[in-house]
C-alpha cells in the first residue's frame, strides 16, 4: 500500500514536494513511480525511480522542475516540483512495481494510492 501528501493550492512558479509512503511488502519493490491524471485526460507518466540504486525517469514536460527521490529507510519517495505551471495542476498518484521498471506504462505499477491534489493557479 502506499500514501501520498503533500499537494495543495500554489501560484505559478511556486514549489511542492509530494511524499509517498509505502506500506507492506516493501521488500519487493522494485520500483516506483508519480503519474498524474487532470480533469477529462489520462493517467500519465511523471517520473520514476527504482528502489535499490535510484535510477531515474521523467516524463519530458518536467525536466530541468522535478525531482524524484527516495529515503528507504523512512519507506517513502518525493517528488519535489519546481517552477510550476498551470498545466502541472492534476491528482498526482504513486505506485509501485516489483520489477525494475521505471517506464511510462501505468499498467506496470500496483497499488496505488489515493492521490494528492495539485492545484497551479494565480
Known amino acids: 500500500q502506499v500514501a501520498e501528501s503533500g499537494g495543495g493550492l500554489v501560484q505559478p512558479g511556486d514549489s511542492l514536494r509530494l511524499s509517498c509512503e509505502a506500506s507492506?511488502?516493501?521488500?519487493?519493490?522494485?520500483?516506483m513511480g508519480w503519474f498524474r491524471q487532470a480533469p477529462g485526460k489520462e493517467r500519465e507518466f511523471v517520473a520514476a525511480?527504482?528502489?535499490?540504486?535510484?535510477?531515474?525517469n521523467y516524463a519530458d514536460s518536467v525536466k530541468g522542475r522535478f525531482t524524484v527521490s527516495k529515503d528507504n529507510a523512512k519507506n517513502t519517495m518525493y517528488l519535489q516540483m519546481n517552477s510550476l505551471l498551470p498545466e502541472d495542476t492534476a491528482v498526482y498518484y504513486c505506485?509501485?512495481?516489483?520489477?525494475?521498471?521505471?517506464?511510462?506504462?501505468?499498467?506496470?505499477?500496483?497499488?496505488w494510492g489515493q492521490g494528492t491534489q495539485v492545484t497551479v493557479s494565480s
Open positions: 505506485g509501485t512495481t516489483d520489477e525494475l521498471y521505471i517506464g511510462r506504462l501505468s499498467s506496470k505499477y500496483h497499488s
Open positions: 525511480i527504482t528502489w535499490r540504486t535510484g535510477y531515474k
Open positions: 507492506g511488502r516493501t521488500p519487493s519493490i522494485g520500483a
